[in-house]
């Protein structure tokens, strides 16, 4: 073997997987055209868009920086690389009171809006992809619950159901507060001190995340976010518990897809 | 007498090679001990947050979301790359047979990379939103400006073993050298890969793409940069101390272009399931298994060429930890294999299975290959011998303790057993932490052994940087010909013998 | 010692800088590969469904513009509304006083 042999060698042997597994995917995802939906199937012509709202960049920048990924993952994976799919709340709902079994796995588009896809190092918490829809679905659940403690009726007198929205309003002050919760959990993973909702994740290894928080004096009714009192300061979250905690908020990804990307859901729900 | 002269000469010029390359060596090893120190505090300190995650809770830059990355940063670029560095100019050198001329600008470079990787562990420990944070990317966490300053100061470093090879002495090119020679320009296309794919093109690519170009570049790092650094000291240390040739050259060759050709596919297994195109996904496992056939033509040789003369075996310990490197090797490529399987990835995709393979490789074949070489070549360049056999051998032991247990309690039961409860549809999050409980405790327990060998292994190398190391009872390299040494022309074992023999008779 | 013909000061030269052209021409290549691979324009489903929305605007603007044009039905002329404007202050029209109010801190207001 000469140096120049072996340096060909070395070239064809790095260069084609480099251009195989790198550089031609990447030039050519950033490209991929979203799928639109179909008449027939979809029952609508656009082009499929998740939508996200919420800090996405910077709330998934600062998810990266603070290593949130080391123990989350978000991905629902196919069914040949995993069970994620059945798992309850992971890759959706199965039974949505509004839109029926809301269950898929990830697509390309999921990660719309964000720099880098964070789909995780290791599961030791849980995944985080619906993680924005579970929040909505325990906000309706405590919600139910304050409710019928209060003695509000969930039903009006032609036995409809109230709202999500007519629930919140009833309740006031008292309604379920998403952003709290996350702000709470992101101070104090295993609730410590707060009666409001007991020992209930004393299981939990999640770290606690004195950095997006500050204290500011205790002023007039208080602030309404704040997760606790600490030396007769509130302790309430700064920008990037903002941040972070929209970001958090954003994670959903159990919308429709067009019928041609999850042709084995019934037709008539694939659109809707 | 005539047929004495060349030897005498080049007896000459290697002790003209240990010495040039003195200072940059040893700092490179020293430095390097130093951050496998903090790179195993780090380790701990997040191993134990997993499974007490109140512990140290009062300041969030002892998160596991950061001291997870600045660990890995330090064992990779602290640790690692130096060391590496260290083994790759003094073996370029000695096999190529020509003095380093530039030993200050190494030095200085050298410097240099340690000052990066000092701020870039600070940048990665403070946080977000900060002037300078790191990325949260195990293997990349060092903020972009940081990794750009690393890359370029490698090319510092590293030339100077490409001129050393290309003005090199004599006709023949040993294996070792083909695979210095191929780290040497891997590790600057991956570096540039990994920086432009995944951090200058952030926003440019699609997110899915930059994170599949990042678990490439872990990959790529650890076949095509790690793996042929050890291999190199491997084929070098085993011959030299048994004093026999290689058990088969066309099967190190073979070795070689197995690990060139299969090396550069594997990686993308890390995405299995996501929405990048599956052939990636299927080649990149299909490489990691395939590993196994480079992994096993250097196993074989290796042993083959060290059982050949058991007596170096049981008193080298630089031949005992290169064994134990081949051990190594073969058992994070069948562990590699294993977890990689596209049926076994299910389970351990998002388990603990992938991070304890990263350690079986880093801590069992790359660093146990490092350990070897660093014992061969410090007494050369300082010329003192190593000051205690006993605590060579216990950093020997405690490091195999403490890496069989990472390696198949944490990684290859720890794996499976976390995976399988997070694949059970109906268990909540719950059961899967605590699955995961004892697992945690054995990874905090390895890296506690590791730490305790690595304090042992530091304090010896500061005390051998300080020349407090014995003074040879033969002190030139003259001398040391002229005894019929079992271990080759400058062997410094028949000392650690008479040294081990003291122990025993103590 | 054998003499080592390699051994010359041109030849560490050259391999210096060859050394430096392969490390930085690595980039570059990666650089060029990259560019010409991929696409001009990254895809945007913003963008895609922002030219949808470009052309329901304009068909939108068209519509209104043609029901505010100029028409004469029988005896009736429609104006649009700029025309109407310039007429109405030649005919001074506009040029109408507040009407006297009793809001506080109006003109009027005493």
């Known amino acids: 073997m000469t140096v120049k042999t ?9 260069g084609l997987p480099w251009l195989v597994m790198l550089a031609v995917p990447f030039g050519t995802m950033r ?21 996200r709202s919420g800090r996405t960049e910077n709330g998934s920048l600062i998810y990266a920086q603070e290593g949130c990924a080391m123990c989350h993952s978000q991905v629902t994976r196919p069914t040949y690389a995993g069970m994620d799919v059945f798992r309850e709340g992971q890759g959706g709902t199965k039974k949505d009171a509004e839109r029926g079994d809301t269950r898929r796995i990830t697509n390309a588009w999921d990660f719309s809006g964000e720099n880098r896809a964070h789909i995780g ?13 579970r929040l909505v679905a325990l906000e309706n659940e405590e ?7 209060m003695g509000i009726a969930l039903e009006r007198e032609d036995k409809s159901k109230l709202t999500k929205q007519e629930i919140i309003d009833a309740l006031g002050d008292k309604a379920f507060n998403k952003e709290l919760y996350v702000y709470k959990h992101l101070y104090s993973p295993r609730n410590e001190g707060h009666e409001d909702r007991g020992q209930e994740n004393e299981w939990s290894v999640c770290q606690a995340n004195p950095q997006f928080f500050k204290k500011i004096g205790n002023f007039g009714q208080g602030a309404s976010d704040a997760v606790a009192i600490k030396c007769g300061k509130q302790v309430v979250p700064n920008d990037n518990c903002r941040a972070i905690v929209s970001y958090l908020m954003s994670l959903k990804k159990d919308g429709a897809v067009p019928y041609a990307m999850q042709y084995s859901k019934d037709k008539k729900k694939a659109g809707k | 007498m005539a047929t004495k002269i060349p030897n005498i000469e080049d007896a000459q010029l290697r002790a003209d090679i240990d010495r040039s390359l003195r200072h940059p060596v040893m700092f490179f090893f020293a430095s390097g001990a130093a951050w496998l120190a903090v790179s195993l505090v780090l380790g701990i300190i997040a191993s134990a947050k997993t499974h007490s995650p109140d512990f140290l809770s009062c300041c969030a830059c002892f998160n596991v979301g950061r001291t997870m990355p600045a660990h890995m940063s330090t064992l990779i670029y602290g640790w690692g790359a130096q060391a590496a560095f260290g083994v790759i100019i003094w073996l370029m050198s000695r096999l190529s047979r020509q ?3 530039k030993s200050g600008i190494i030095l200085a470079a050298g410097h240099f990379w340690n000052l990066m990787v000092a701020i870039g562990t600070l940048c990665v420990l403070v946080g977000s939103n900060n002037f300078m944070s790191g990325t949260g990317i195990v293997w990349m966490a060092f903020p972009k400006p940081i990794m750009i300053a690393l890359a370029a100061t490698y090319f510092l470093i590293g030339i100077w073993a490409v001129i050393a090879f290309r003005v090199r002495r004599g006709g023949h090119i040993y294996i070792s050298q083909w695979y210095l020679l191929a780290a040497l320009f891997w590790f600057p296309w991956i570096m540039i890969s990994g920086i432009l794919f995944s951090q200058i093109y952030l926003g440019d690519g699609h997110p899915l793409m930059v994170t599949a170009s990042t678990a490439w570049f872990r990959s790529a790092l650890m076949f095509l940069f790690f793996t042929p650094v050890a291999a190199a000291s491997a084929y070098y240390i085993a011959p030299k101390v048994s004093g026999r040739p290689v058990y088969s050259y066309s099967l190190a060759i073979f070795g070689f272009w197995a690990l060139a050709i299969v090396g550069p596919w594997a990686g993308m297994q890390r995405m299995m399931g996501t929405p990048i195109p599956s052939f990636m996904q299927f080649l990149s496992a299909g490489a990691a298994v395939l590993m196994i056939i480079p992994a096993i033509a250097l196993f074989v040789n290796i042993i083959k060429t060290a059982n050949s ?3 170096a075996m049981s008193y080298s310990p630089s031949l005992r930890f290169t064994v134990a490197g081949a051990y190594g090797m073969l058992t994070f490529t069948v562990l590699g294999a294993l977890i990689s399987l596209p049926g076994a990835l299910q389970y351990t995709q998002f388990s603990t299975a992938q991070y304890g393979l990263e350690l079986t490789g880093l801590l069992g074949f790359f660093s146990m290959c490092m350990f070897g070489a660093i014992y061969f070549i410090v007494p050369r360049i300082t010329n003192r011998e190593w000051i205690s ?23 290859l039961l720890g794996g499976f057993m976390h995976g399988y409860t997070l694949e059970q549809v109906g268990e909540p999050t ?27 292994f530091c304090c010896h190398l500061l005390l051998m940087w300080l020349r407090l190391g014995r003074r040879s009872s033969h002190p030139t390299l003259l001398a040391r010909h002229a005894h019929a040494s079992p271990h080759g022309p400058e062997g410094d074992l028949d000392k650690l013998e008479s040294l081990d023999s003291n122990a025993s008779a103590n | 010692m054998e003499t080592n013909l390699r051994d010359t000061p041109l030849r560490r030269f050259n391999t210096f800088w060859w050394g430096l052209a392969l490390f930085v021409v690595f980039g570059i290549i990666c650089f060029i590969i990259k560019n010409f691979i991929q696409s001009d324009e990254m895809y945007s489903v913003d963008d895609e469904r922002g030219k949808e929305r470009i052309v329901k605007r304009e068909q939108v603007e068209a519509a209104q513009a043609a029901l505010l044009d100029y028409k004469k039905e029988g005896n009736e002329v429609q104006l649009p509304p700029s025309a109407l404007f310039s007429a109405a202050s030649e005919l001074k029209i506009l040029e109408t006083q507040p009407a006297d109010s009793g809001v506080p801190h109006n003109k009027e207001f005493k």
Request: aromatic residues 16%; proline residues 4%; charged residues 15%.
């Open chain 2, 430 to 456: 719950e059961a899967a932490v605590g699955r995961l409980y004892p697992y945690a405790i054995g990874l905090t327990t390895g890296f506690v052994f590791l730490l305790i060998a690595t304090f042992m």
């Open chain 1, 6 to 14: 072996f340096f060909y060698g070395l070239i064809a042997s790095f």
């Open chain 1, 31 to 51: 490209s991929m055209e979203a799928p639109s939906y179909d008449e027939v199937n979809d029952e609508r012509t656009d082009l499929y868009q998740p939508t």
């Open chain 1, 121 to 133: 190092e290791s599961r030791i918490g849980p995944d985080l992809g619906n993680f924005g829809n």
């Open chain 1, 143 to 149: 919600n139910e619950k304050a409710a019928i403690a």
């Open chain 2, 309 to 311: 003369n058991k007596d």
């Open chain 2, 99 to 101: 003095e380093c001329k």
């Open chain 2, 389 to 411: 056999a006993s605590m060579i051998s216990q950093h020997f032991w405690l490091t195999v303790y403490g890496v069989t247990f990472i390696a198949l309690f944490y990684t």
